[in-house]
């Protein structure tokens, strides 16, 4: 059980709404410290809708909701400084060379030049990714894109990171690479939320949720959720849930 400190993310009776739709129907759910927490759901369940405003872009309907122990309808801004954020787009900037971008969002988190320039270092070396310090991203193969981009998000060492969708689009090595990075930030105490369609993906989360409808149908560890329908793999829990949603993009 988790105890009241380890709680970083904390959602209660969530409910987000567009006029007559429901995109977050009641969905209540916590996240402890250094979890991989894996967030999922067919297009139109409502996961996007949620994660938005766990990061504090979205004000939800109604629900108490705190994110790194800020309120996310009175603390927003704190809740932007703690967490970190990798959409399923690549976020970086592609004129911009890797150390730029990497100076660039140190900055943005309020880090000094003297921090930025050390940790700009260990992370190139961390990457190997020295000898590309001066080449514009826009030069780079898609799988050395999205674990920089990864590594910037929690650049400052957040309390939480929210990862989009983020291996979309790259080969099977280059993701089993991209998650031994969030096993590392997970070792460190980050916690990792996370959405992914792939669903080999979801065996390597500590705890999936799977969300239908705008609600949280199935909640547990992967193991539990296989012996929960009889099943060998995580996709076949994802498909016997799926298969009911009627909010289907």
């Known amino acids: 059980m988790m105890n009241e400190k ?51 872009l979205s004000l939800p309907t109604a629900g108490e909701i705190k994110v790194a122990g800020f309120d996310v309808y009175t603390q927003r801004d704190l809740v932007k400084r703690n967490i970190g954020y990798m959409s399923q787009k690549f976020s970086l900037y592609e004129d911009l060379t890797v150390f730029e971008n ?3 969002y140190g900055g943005i988190y309020g880090l000094s030049k003297a921090d930025i320039l050390s940790k700009a270092d260990e992370l190139l070396d961390k990457l190997n990714l020295q000898h590309a310090r001066d080449k514009r991203i826009s030069g780079l193969p898609l799988g050395w894109k999205q674990k920089l981009a990864f590594s910037v998000a929690i650049f400052h060492n957040p309390e939480i990171v929210f990862l989009d969708e983020p291996t979309g689009g790259v080969d099977p090595v280059t993701r089993r690479q991209f998650w031994d990075l969030i096993y590392d930030a997970a070792r460190a105490g980050i916690t990792v939320f996370v959405t992914t ?19 949280i149908e199935a909640l547990d560890t992967p193991e539990m959720l296989k012996k929960q329908f009889n099943v060998s793999d995580m996709d076949q829990v994802f498909l016997s849930l799926a298969r009911h949603a009627t909010n289907i993009e």
């Not at 993310?9 to 409910?15: A, F, L, P, S």
């Not at 410290?33 to 967030?39: L, N, P, Q």
């Not at 979801?202 to 705008?214: L, N, Q």
């Open 6 to 56: 380890e709680k970083v993310i904390r959602v209660k009776n969530m409910y987000k709404k567009f006029g007559d739709f429901t995109a977050n129907d009641d969905l209540s759910f916590e996240v402890s410290k250094g979890e991989i927490f894996g967030f999922l759901g067919a297009n139109g369940a409502g996961k996007t809708t949620a994660m938005k405003i766990l990061c504090g």
């Open 102 to 104: 990497i100076r660039f």
């Open 197 to 215: 369609h792939y669903m080999d993906e979801a065996e390597y989360c500590d705890r999936v949720s799977i969300m239908v409808d705008g609600k």
